[in-house]
């Protein structure tokens, strides 16, 4: 069973950083493509960016492109969010995700992914 646990939420002030974690369990977590995404209050969970297995490939939401890095560390089982001039609208729950295989368009379909965190909450204060 693969366990995602995310950390590193909270409040900060417009223009502010954060860096969200993702540890993920189970020996295999070098094959898994990754994936964060949130969800605001009211509406629909959405693709924030991925990273492929190998971390060789890189995809972002327009929204967040130029203020938003992912990263990963294979050996440690983790994944990162690296979150600058973050914003009000940037106000979510953040997720991360697991896919065993995806094909290269499905990176921002939520439902492409087979495992998921519980969330953690990052709330940006104007």
């Known amino acids: 069973q693969v366990q995602l646990v995310e950390s590193g939420g909270g409040l900060v002030q417009t223009e502010g950083s954060l860096r969200l974690s993702c540890a993920v369990s189970g020996r295999t977590f070098s094959s898994y493509a990754m994936g964060w995404f949130r969800q ?15 971390g060789g490939r890189t995809y972002y939401a327009d929204s967040v492109k ?3 890095t992912i990263s990963r560390d294979n050996a440690e089982n983790t994944i990162y969010l690296q979150m600058n001039r973050l914003k ?39």
């Open 40 to 54: 605001a209050p009211g509406k629909e969970r959405e693709f924030v960016g991925y990273i492929a297995a190998s």
């Open 66 to 68: 130029g203020r938003f």
């Open 88 to 126: 009000p609208e940037d106000t979510a729950v953040y997720y991360c995700a697991a896919a065993r295989g995806l094909y290269l368009l499905q990176y921002g379909d939520p439902n492409a992914y087979d495992y998921w965190g519980q969330g953690t909450q990052v709330t940006v204060s104007s």
